[in-house]
């Protein structure tokens, strides 16, 4: 069998501008194989959380949601991490619905000024 991929060295996800791993870490080649951190599993919060389903406006553009949600389109990774979405062509679609934590939580557990339980705890 045969590698269908091509392996390109010196790149990372940080050379991808809309990588959702540009704020999270990093990935590397390691031999033939694509090595990366692991995620922390996000605790959810039914009372804060804000629940919506895709419609068009929204249909493959987590940085849309940013936007509306957060005021910035550069927070889409988080959209993303808190959905547990690795593909946006196929699971950010119109009618799917996803939750995201309100502003104010996410800002405060991205500064650190929160305690140490949420968005990034276990």
Do not use: C
Not at 9 to 35: A, D, Y
Not at 96 to 102: A, G, R, V, W, Y
Request: aromatic content about 10%; glycine content about 4%.
């Amino acid at each position: 069998m045969t590698n269908k991929f091509r392996l390109y060295k010196h790149k990372n996800s940080l050379s991808k501008k809309h990588s959702r791993m540009l704020n999270l870490g990093e990935t590397e080649i390691k031999g033939n194989k694509i090595g990366w951190w692991e995620r922390e599993v996000l605790q959810k919060n039914p009372s804060t959380d804000i629940t919506i389903t895709l419609n068009s406006e929204f249909h493959k553009r987590p940085h849309m949601v940013s936007y509306r949600y957060y005021n910035t389109p550069s927070l889409f990774w988080l959209v993303l991490l808190y959905n547990n979405i690795v593909d946006v062509e196929e699971e950010f679609t119109k009618g799917t619905e996803i939750t995201i934590p309100n502003k104010s939580r996410a800002l405060s557990e991205m500064s650190g000024s929160s305690p140490r339980r949420g968005v990034f705890d276990e």
